[in-house]
């Protein structure tokens, strides 16, 4: 029975986004998401930490996160956000699958990041020799290698076993700098290439161990081209020292048009 009504959901998106070409069926498109059974995990790049508007709780979500704004916008049946700052993939295990069921339709995470050690390298980085920080870029990379994708298929299978019939869309990262931008301090040319190849590693990684779930991988990587520090327009955070905890998170324009267009090309 849940099949049939994520069939039914698909199939009317499609039919929406035909009707949208001759500027008719808007509401029908709007109201194809009411059967839908949503729930959002993972860590702060779905909680939305750097957009702003949270909800008062530590997990920092934001009314401007892509799930939240996907939600607003489609009124599913149920909608359910659990994704928190500063998960690992042992949180989203332990604490985050609790309103996955049977009934489950549609599924977004993001995770992997902090297992990696995302924060520890950008203030490494940030605070230390260059040296040290490509030694740390390193070690984050060896552990995408040797550990996170085990801990990945944990995530995967897990939800997978709760919410069989879902379907699972997994968002990526993006790249943290333009090269030859306009930024004139702060890190080195070569420390930012670094970092960026770090992210292509998470990314590559992440999405063969979603695709060899049957999940969706969702690369933002394209939607934040031209729009990276230190490219003048950009959609991330770069440190700031009166908010650390925002550094280097997608701000509201990173979640609205870096991120949910991706979502929704995804579905």
Same mark, same amino acid.
Do not use: M
């Given at each position: 029975m849940k099949m049939s009504r994520l069939v039914a959901f698909s199939s009317s998106l499609l039919l929406g986004a035909a009707l949208a070409l001759t500027g008719a069926g808007v509401a029908n498109a709007d109201s194809s998401a009411a059967v839908v059974d949503y729930v959002a995990l993972g860590d702060s790049y779905s909680s939305g930490v750097g957009a702003g508007s949270y909800d008062g709780s530590s997990c920092k979500r934001s009314s401007r996160a892509y799930p939240a704004l996907w939600a607003a916008a489609n009124s599913p049946s149920s909608f359910d956000f659990a994704a928190c700052s500063g998960a690992r993939t042992n949180d989203v295990t332990g604490g985050q699958l609790g309103k996955l069921n049977a009934s489950t339709d549609l599924v977004s995470i993001s995770i992997g990041g902090n297992d990696a050690g995302f924060a520890d390298v950008m203030t490494t980085c940030?605070?230390?020799?260059?040296?040290?920080? =490509? #030694?740390?870029?390193?070690?984050?990379?060896?552990?995408?290698?040797?550990?996170?994708? *085990?801990? %990945?298929?944990?995530?995967? @299978?897990?939800?997978?076993?709760?919410?069989?019939?879902?379907?699972?869309?997994?968002?990526?990262?993006?790249?943290?700098?333009?090269?030859?931008?306009?930024?004139i301090a702060g890190l080195s040319e070569k420390e930012r290439a670094a970092i960026n190849g770090a992210s292509d590693h998470l990314n590559t990684?992440?999405?063969?161990?979603?695709?060899?779930?049957?999940?969706?991988?969702?690369?933002?990587?394209?939607?934040?081209?031209?729009?990276?520090?230190?490219?003048?327009?950009?959609?991330?955070?770069?440190?700031?020292? =009166? #908010?650390?905890?925002?550094?280097?998170?997608?701000?509201?324009?990173?979640?609205?048009? *870096?991120? %949910?267009?991706?979502?929704? @090309?995804?579905?």
């Open positions: 940030v605070l230390q020799s260059e040296a040290t920080c =490509l #030694n740390r870029i390193a070690t984050a990379r060896a552990y995408v290698d040797s550990t996170l994708p *085990g801990r %990945l298929d944990s995530v995967y @299978s897990a939800i997978r076993s709760k919410a069989p019939s879902a379907q699972v869309v997994v968002l990526g990262y993006p790249r943290f700098y333009q090269l030859g931008g306009s930024c990684a992440t999405a063969k161990r979603a695709a060899d779930h049957g999940f969706t991988f969702g690369d933002v990587r394209t939607t934040f081209t031209g729009h990276e520090i230190c490219s003048g327009s950009s959609w991330l955070h770069s440190v700031n020292w =009166l #908010n650390i905890g925002e550094s280097y998170h997608p701000t509201a324009a990173g979640q609205s048009g *870096g991120y %949910l267009p991706v979502f929704k @090309s995804a579905l």
